[in-house]
């Protein structure tokens, strides 16, 4: 009997997780194998979107644990794995993270690694290599996962292969105009109507020498409007982090990923005045603007060599 296999992201997956388990199951169905695109937890906002906007119905959420074989993407350690996944039962591994623990997590496993913008790019280029038709949902899903995942391709993984894989899937379907636009747009209204449980969501703390700061995040389009329409809850709300994880300081990189800028916010002077100091910025009504797309993975080296 054919192995029943279950082709898994992480819980909670981003776009580029569900594109991958979408496109990599119809590619293997295609070759007669028993496959499942299987989704745990809640879908990232830039997934919900896509799949919302394109009706696309056919994947299995919380599958029943009852799979022969595992196929994990976008990921490739065991933190982060749906329950039902058996370490030794995983046949694949296919990601694009560098430090990763792949090998001793899943002995079994054939492993794909790869340093790309997107593990959307491998999969795409499964199709690509061996010229197989391409779905119009797996299309669309794989395309606006690497424009995501690669953050409009301005993240430092994004590589070549991210580049002529999106060229390719352009050939393959026919996409919307604007589609990452208003992808994008779709986060931007979602962090907005949601912005506490977004940028405490998405925050991370540092111990610098005796100094613990916070920073979080915000990875949109229409930046300069969300900031300034939203400023003085935004301020609310870093204190309010800085409060619960008792930090010395906080702040908000927020990055506009269609204009190429950063705003750094805070109420934190001495937060401000570090700020300035290493991005020779001008903090104006608790906002500095940085011209230049900087990650907050880029900024912390700078914060920690200059506290
Ligand atoms: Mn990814």
Not at 89 to 116: G, L, T
């Amino acid at each position: 009997m054919t192995p029943r296999i279950l082709i898994t992201p992480k819980i909670n997956p981003d776009l580029d997780g569900v594109a991958c388990v979408y496109a990599y199951s119809y590619l293997l169905n295609k070759k007669s194998k028993n496959t499942t695109g299987g989704i745990f937890g809640k879908l990232h906002i830039e997934a919900q979107y896509i799949i919302d906007r394109f009706k696309i119905t056919d994947i299995s959420y919380s599958p029943a644990d009852n799979f022969d074989k595992f196929i994990l993407v976008d990921m490739s350690e065991l933190a982060g794995c749906p329950e039902v996944v058996r370490a030794k039962d995983v046949i694949e591994v296919i990601d694009h993270r560098e430090f990763n623990k792949a090998s001793k997590s899943f002995p079994n496993a054939k492993i794909q690694i790869e340093k790309v913008g997107a593990a959307a790019t491998l999969i795409t280029e499964r199709y690509y290599d061996e010229n197989i038709k391409i779905d119009r949902n797996s299309a669309i899903l794989l395309y606006s996962a690497i424009f995501s995942n690669s953050l409009n391709f301005k993240a430092k993984v994004t590589s070549e292969k991210d580049k002529k894989m999106v060229k390719w899937l352009e050939k393959q379907a026919e996409i919307p105009n604007g589609l990452i636009h208003d992808m994008f747009l779709a986060k931007t209204k979602f962090s907005e109507e949601n912005l506490s449980e977004v940028l405490k969501g998405d925050s991370k703390e540092y111990v610098f020498g005796n100094k613990k700061i916070g920073i979080t995040q915000l990875e949109i389009a229409e930046l300069e409007n969300l900031v300034r329409n939203n400023l003085s809850q935004i301020l609310k709300i870093l204190n309010e982090f800085k409060q619960e994880k008792d930090l010395s300081m906080a702040f908000l990189t927020s990055c506009d990923l269609e204009k190429d800028f950063n705003l750094f916010v805070t109420s934190d002077k001495e937060m401000q005045e570090l700020l300035e100091k290493i991005f020779k910025v001008d903090f104006k009504d608790n906002v500095a603007r940085r011209d230049g797309l900087i990650l907050r993975k880029e900024i912390i080296p700078l914060v920690i060599r200059n506290t």
